[in-house]
């Protein structure tokens, strides 16, 4: 049973972009047609006419990059991130659902579904987030965006899709996924997602050997960019197979045990 | 090194604004109307060029956005030589103001990272000036906030703190909020209260944001974090210490430990060896 209701499947309308863009198209031609044709019936108003239509263009690109830069998208989104990281979930879920009531870009709305999946993942709902990261995915794959922003997110989101689903434990899956990461306009902070998913899955798989080599290669990269809770498990993978015991809050020893499954149980123990 | 950010928005506009009129004036001024396939053929050259437009503007932004990224991962690797260099290529080429100011945030935290607080503190200030001023976009403010905050450290750090505070007050705004600025701030609000010797803030400071310190600080910083608020706790004393907060070791390996002795060696005593 989840924590939260993460998602409801009417909080997601179409993106709006594409519509927009036809709808754009459309006038756009409609306009010119019309200006031909009024400089074919007053020909001693088509200089009028055209320097009219140059300054419509120029004004509507002009209102669209001003409308576009007053969005409140971004602060929105890191209210979001903000909530989540000062670990009030109830507020950061609300807020993403709220974001996503409105008319969204289809990155944009992709970026929101991160957002709730990162909160899922948070309160070890990995079902939840498995299948939010999916919408994202899909949202981003079927949206038309640069190919930059579309690498960005892409990569992003499947890095945490297959430590979803690695904690979920459908192992195949989350490696199937991770081969996705590896794209060349990927965030920095990708790396330490994949990196953080392909541990989860050697330590799952029991090839604690191969988890020991890649916590060797990785050490550097995840001390340098993870967050704590991260840290939190990687210490606990470091510590299988040995006596050392890793002390954490109840609730992170149950999100780190749910996570790395039944080889961190011995290594993890909850002290207030 | 002189500094050649542009605006790119504004560029855009011009350029596209610049080249609709020229069309209109070619459309007008050859007698294109008449001719319906010669205005249709100037209208595709308008589109083409204003398709290339965005191609080159977007090619030189994605190439920044590419050495910030590659330089941020050569950071975390700790490969901070091949870093920098990166970086002047972004810092010294002609690329959009966001792109620069990033580049120079990065540097900033290199030079952080080895100790060199005077060169961080310039590289910031640059990011500062490079983020502020006229801006047509959505992240607006986003590297001011970052740079900000830590600029706002680094002087608190080396005892600037006048221009510690005084940086610190320009950071509540809009577009400045993103996670890691604000957690940044509460690093260097804390700092800051430290260096004046009121404890009893610091504690109070770092208590109020510490899930998001712990969440959003990578190692270094986290630890740095949390040894402030033992050190000042040990300072106020058992009466304090039992009534209001209690505090667990603050273990730090090598790397955490000698980055805590240089930006505030009074606190280092309270870590204990991972």
Known sequence: MARHVYLDPGDLHPPRRRFQIVVAWILMLAVLVVAWQLAQMEPELAPLVFALLAALIVAAIAAAVVRASRSTFTLDLQAVELARLREDVVRAVANARAMLEKPLAGHQQAMVLSALGSCAEDEGDFAEAAEIFVRAEGTLRATPMSAMVRAQSLTLVAARRAFAHAALGDLQRARATLATTRLRDAFPSAATFARRAELVISAREGAFDRLASELRASEMLLRNSAGWRDRMLVQALSRVGTKDVLEVEPRLREWIVAVAGPSVQDVVRAVE | ?274
């Open chain 2, 1 to 274: 090194m002189k500094l050649r950010g542009y605006n790119a928005t504004i560029v855009w506009l011009a350029v596209v604004g610049t080249v609709t009129a020229l069309t209109c004036v070619a459309i007008v001024g050859c007698g294109l109307l008449q001719r319906f396939e010669l205005m249709v053929f100037a209208l595709l050259a308008w589109a083409i060029t204003n398709l290339v437009i965005v191609w080159a503007i977007g090619g030189n932004h994605r190439k920044g956005v590419r050495l910030n990224n590659d330089a941020v991962l050569l950071i975390t690797r700790g490969d901070l030589e091949h870093a920098n260099a990166k970086l002047r290529t972004a810092v010294s080429g002609v690329f959009p103001r966001d792109v620069v100011a990033m580049a120079l945030f990065n540097q900033g935290v290199v030079a952080v990272r080895t100790r060199d607080l005077e060169t961080a503190k310039a590289r910031f200030r640059e990011s500062v000036a490079m983020s502020g001023g006229f801006r047509l976009t959505r992240a607006r403010g986003l590297y001011e906030g970052l740079s900000g905050a830590q600029l706002a450290f680094s002087c608190a750090v080396t005892g600037e703190l006048d221009e510690a505070e005084a940086c610190l007050s320009r950071l509540d705004g809009p577009g400045r909020a993103s996670p890691l600025a604000v957690a940044y701030a509460a690093r260097a609000r804390a700092t800051l209260a430290l260096k004046r010797g009121k404890l009893e803030d610091v504690v109070a400071i770092l208590d109020g944001e510490r899930a998001l310190l712990r969440n959003a600080l990578a190692q270094n910083d986290a630890v740095l974090s949390e040894a402030m608020r033992a050190y000042a706790l040990s300072r106020l004393g058992d009466a304090y210490r039992a009534a209001a907060r209690t505090t667990a070791p603050i273990y730090a390996d090598d790397l955490a430990r000698a980055y805590v002795r240089s930006m505030l060696p009074e606190v280092e005593p309270v870590l204990v060896q991972q």
